[in-house]
């Protein structure tokens, strides 16, 4: 993965008010933590780091006041609404530190006709370096049939990169295509029940009228 370039400013102001200020001056607080260290606060330019942070774990490289910082996005906070950016939490790392992140998985491929395939697990957590963390682990679907299952074990993981979630767990079930046919028999049915229905009515209206006439 390479890393994103981005000029950040420390800040000294904190809460609601200042986000929003921040915000209004297209810029987006954060925190820098990690190593011991006290946490950095700071605001990166909204617009950069937004197309920055589209790949999950996406590694910064922070220019502090002159100095270079590298970071590695733990946490997006976004506006549940808008899903605007309006927090970030960010992990300092250094070259070839290993660190703990959860990975995409990806399907690949089709199955077997008549069957479909249910990604069961969304991502995996993997221990990888900090400077070469994948941005997704793919497991190929193609051709499998209905039984046929995909473990943790058994996907293939990235050069550098060690599986620290449950070897057992289901990523992949593959099962049989369900042909859906019952809304169009319940609308085939419910047509002349509904036409016999309205005869019915129909006829009992006439028979009250010609009685209220005698």
Request: net charge negative.
């Amino acid at each position: 993965m390479s890393e994103q370039k981005l000029a950040a400013e420390v800040r000294t102001e904190f809460g609601k008010g200042f986000a929003r200020r921040a915000r209004m001056a297209n810029l987006i607080p954060a925190v820098i933590y990690g190593h011991g260290a006290e946490p950095i606060h700071v605001t990166l330019p909204a617009k950069a780091t937004t197309l920055a942070v589209r790949t999950p774990n996406a590694l910064l490289s922070l220019d502090i006041n002159g100095e270079n910082h590298l970071a590695l996005v733990k946490d997006i906070q976004r506006n549940p609404i808008k899903q605007i950016i309006e927090h970030l939490d960010l992990l300092t790392v250094r070259q070839g530190e290993k660190v703990t992140v959860d990975v995409p998985v990806h399907a690949t491929g089709e199955v077997a006709p008549g069957n479909v395939s249910n990604l069961e697990m969304t991502t995996v957590s993997l221990e990888a370096e900090a400077t070469h963390v994948p941005t997704a682990v793919e497991v190929s679907v193609e051709g499998r049939t209905a039984g046929e299952h995909v473990h943790a074990s058994d996907l293939v993981l990235p050069k550098g990169t060690v599986l620290l979630t449950d070897a057992e767990a289901l990523v992949v079930n593959v099962s049989e295509a369900v042909e859906i046919a019952l809304e169009e028999e319940t609308g085939e049915e419910a047509a002349p029940a509904a036409e016999e229905a309205a005869t019915e009515e129909g006829a009992a209206a006439e028979e009250s009228s010609e009685a209220a006439a005698e």
